[in-house]
């Protein structure tokens, strides 16, 4: 078969999967190809397809494996965020999320006053990093970022996120349950907080009727947890009780009957107490 009909094939298997993103399918086109350097003194050569990685990723993609876990890369906020199994690939809805964050954000900074802000859940870091990344070094100089997660794997891949993304210092990362380290709560250095969570959402049902390629970002990232939702509270009511201002930006989800994917609706609760 020849390099056009294998691409060919490929668009035509990456589309039929219901993937949407021609970025996607140029990292996946990325990916299969290998250039091979013909002479080093004439140039680096052309480049080619790797046959035998090109048949397994169209494999994946038949079983509706996610072009991001295939590649590695996935984007959000404008940002490019190395994702991997087991970790949330970053939903362009979670943006507007980013939005709010930055918003309240410039408003308490423009009162002359600090923030700090936290990522409850960060998984990939997409939300901490865009925030960090958008306010820029002239803005954090009065700025606290934390993210946390419970999953050591996700805390793992965001570092390296944030070193990727050249933000490394402007971060502190915990595994942590919430905001809690064996049971104690992490302290805000300021008294403006802002608590940002993209939190697992999904009700058991929706979950359980998830294709297995969905599933495979993990129970504990998508399964709604009654536990998660009882610390998140705890956390924002220990804090407000020591005097801290909090304003909490969470993503939830509305689920319509009848339960399908396709009529949940994602909202954003932005709570604010002065
Ligand atoms: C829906 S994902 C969101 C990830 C990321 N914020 C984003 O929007 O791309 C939820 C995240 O919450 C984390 N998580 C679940 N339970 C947690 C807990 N008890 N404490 C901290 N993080 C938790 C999961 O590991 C996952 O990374």
């Known amino acids: 078969m020849n390099r056009t009909r294998l691409l060919r094939e490929l668009f035509d298997e990456f589309f039929r999967a219901q993937n949407r993103s021609l970025k ?4 996946i086109v990325q990916f299969i190809s290998t250039r091979r350097v013909v002479s080093k003194t ?4 052309t480049t ?9 990723v169209v494999q994946l993609l038949r079983k509706g494996y996610p072009p991001e876990y295939i590649t590695s890369k996935a984007y959000f906020y404008g940002y490019s965020f190395w994702v991997k199994p087991g970790v949330y690939i970053p939903n362009p809805f979670t943006e507007k999320l980013v939005d709010y964050v930055l918003t309240e954000a410039r408003r308490v900074l423009a009162q002359g006053q600090p923030v700090t802000i936290l990522d409850i859940g960060t998984g990939s870091g997409a939300v901490a990093l865009s925030v960090v990344k958008e306010l820029g070094e002239g803005g954090l100089r009065r700025v606290e970022v934390i993210a946390t997660d419970k999953s050591a794997q996700a805390i793992e891949v965001a570092r390296y996120n944030a070193r990727r993304l050249g933000v490394a210092g402007s971060v502190a990362f915990y595994v942590a349950d919430v905001a809690f380290i064996e049971g104690n709560a992490i302290l805000p250095r300021y008294q403006n907080v802002i608590i940002a969570s993209n939190k697992p959402y999904l009700p058991k049902d929706v979950f359980t009727r998830l294709p297995r390629h969905v599933k495979l970002q993990g129970k504990l990232a998508l399964l709604r947890s009654r536990d998660f939702d009882s610390k998140f509270k705890a956390y924002v009511n220990l804090l407000r009780n020591k005097g801290y201002r909090v304003t909490t930006v969470v993503e939830t989800f509305r689920n319509r009957k009848p339960v399908s994917a396709k009529v949940v609706v994602r909202r954003y609760n932005v709570d604010y107490e002065a």
């Open 42 to 45: 004439q140039g680096d050569g």
């Open 48 to 56: 080619v397809i790797d046959v035998t990685k090109y048949k397994k």
């Open 24 to 27: 996607l399918y140029d990292d």
